[in-house]
C-alpha cells in the first residue's frame, strides 16, 4: 500500500539518498499539469507528499500549486531561493564546506551525502551539526566501495561520533542521529520501502520507485504514469515480508535501498553485502552508544542483543 509519494520537481532536483543527481545546463522541470494531477492523485489516495526541489529558483505558479496540499519539502542547502531553504523541511548537504558557518535550524532535518573517503577525513566536521540539531542523517553515497578493511575505521568513526551524542543526551538534548541513534529508537524495521509504501512521479509523468531508478533511465522499473496509475508487476519483489535475508534482521536502521540492492545483486529485494556489513556495523555501534545512555540512566530496559557477525548471509551458510 503506497503511503509516500515523492515528487521529483525537477531532473536535477537534490538528492538525499545514495545515487547521484543528475547535472544539465537545461534540466527539464514537472510540467504544470502533471504537477497538478500528481497532487490531485496523493489527495485520492491519502499518500503524504514530498516535493525534492533542485538548486534554482522554480517560477511563482509552482510554489502556489505547492502550497495546496500538505507536504514535506526537501531543498538541497544553499540554493538560489533562499526563502525557501529558510522554510525547508529537510535540507540536503552534498559537501562538508556547505557547512562551515550553516545557520541550522532546530525545526528542520539535516542530510549530509558523502563518501567513505570524506567521511573518513572529515568526520569531525559532523561533531559541531549534532550539537546544532535536532535531526541528522548522513548517506554514504559509495557505500559498495567499503572493504573489510574499512569497517574498523567505520567502527572508530562511529564511537568518536557517539561521544558527542553523549554529551547531547546528557545535556537534555535528545536528538537524532541515523546513524547511531535510530537503532536504539526502532523496535523493527524501518526503511524507505520504495516501491511498497512509497513512490516517486518524476519530470516525464511516470511512476518509479524512488527518483534514483527514473534517473538511470531504466524502463524495466517504470511502475505506470500519471494518467493511467500505478503498475506494478511483481510487487512483492518490494516488500520486507518477501525478503528472506532482511525480514529476519535486525539492523533496524538500515534504508534498505532497492535501488543499491539492484546495482550490487541485480535484485530490488536482496541487499548485497556492502549494504549488509556497513548497517551491522552501524548496529554494533548503537549497542555500544545504548550502554553508555543506560548507565546515565536514558532508555531503562531498552536493549540490544550481541551479536558475533556483520553479514547476515554467514549464518545462512552455517
Known amino acids: 500500500m503506497i503511503k509516500y509519494i515523492i515528487i521529483q ?11 547521484v543527481a543528475t547535472a544539465t545546463a537545461e ?3 514537472i510540467p504544470i499539469e502533471m504537477l497538478h494531477k500528481g497532487i490531485t492523485w496523493a489527495m485520492k489516495e491519502n499518500a503524504t507528499v514530498q516535493f525534492v526541489y533542485p538548486a534554482h529558483r522554480l517560477p511563482d505558479e509552482y510554489h502556489a500549486i505547492i502550497e495546496s496540499i500538505d507536504h514535506a519539502k526537501i531543498v538541497p542547502a544553499r540554493c538560489d531561493d533562499e526563502q525557501l531553504e529558510n522554510v525547508a523541511d529537510v535540507v540536503v548537504f552534498d559537501d562538508y564546506a556547505a ?14 551525502r558523502t563518501t567513505r573517503d570524506e567521511l573518513f577525513k572529515n568526520h569531525q566536521a559532523i561533531t559541531g551539526a549534532l550539537g546544532s540539531v535536532q535531526r541528522f542523517n548522513v548517506v554514504i553515497t559509495d557505500i559498495d566501495s567499503f572493504t573489510d578493511d574499512d569497517l574498523a575505521t567505520y567502527a572508530h568513526i562511529l564511537d568518536s561520533l557517539a561521544d558527542k551524542v553523549t554529551e547531547q543526551y546528557a545535556a537534555g ?6 546513524l547511531l541513534t535510530d537503532r536504539i529508537m526502532l523496535d523493527s524495521m ?13 519530470p516525464d509523468g511516470r511512476f518509479y520507485p524512488c527518483p534514483a531508478f527514473y534517473l538511470d533511465g531504466d524502463e524495466d522499473y517504470c511502475l505506470g504514469d500519471i494518467n493511467s496509475g500505478i503498475h506494478i508487476k511483481n510487487p512483492q519483489l518490494y516488500r520486507l515480508d518477501h525478503a528472506p535475508i532482511c525480514r529476519s534482521c535486525d ?9 543499491l540492492n539492484r546495482r550490487l545483486t541485480l535484485d530490488v529485494n536482496t541487499p548485497g553485502r556492502q549494504q549488509c556489513v556497513v548497517a551491522h556495523t552501524e548496529r554494533n555501534a ?14 531503562p530496559g531498552k536493549e540490544i542483543k ?5 553479514d547476515p548471509f554467514e549464518i545462512i551458510k552455517q
Open 99 to 112: 557547512m562551515e558557518g550553516y545557520n541550522f535550524r532546530s525545526t528542520a532535518a539535516y542530510v549530509l
Open 286 to 299: 548503537s549497542r555500544r552508544l545504548l550502554a553508555r545512555l543506560k548507565a546515565a540512566g536514558q532508555f
Open 9 to 19: 520537481l525537477s531532473d536535477n532536483a537534490v538528492s538525499y539518498c545514495h545515487y
Open 251 to 259: 539492523a533496524w536502521q538500515c534504508r534498505r535501498c532497492t535501488w
Open 190 to 202: 524501518n526503511n524507505c520501502n520504495a516501491g511498497w509504501e512509497t513512490i516517486a512521479l518524476a
Open 27 to 29: 534540466p527539464r522541470t
Open 306 to 310: 550481541e551479536i558475533t557477525y556483520l
Open 173 to 178: 538534548n535528545a536528538m537524532q542521529f541515523n
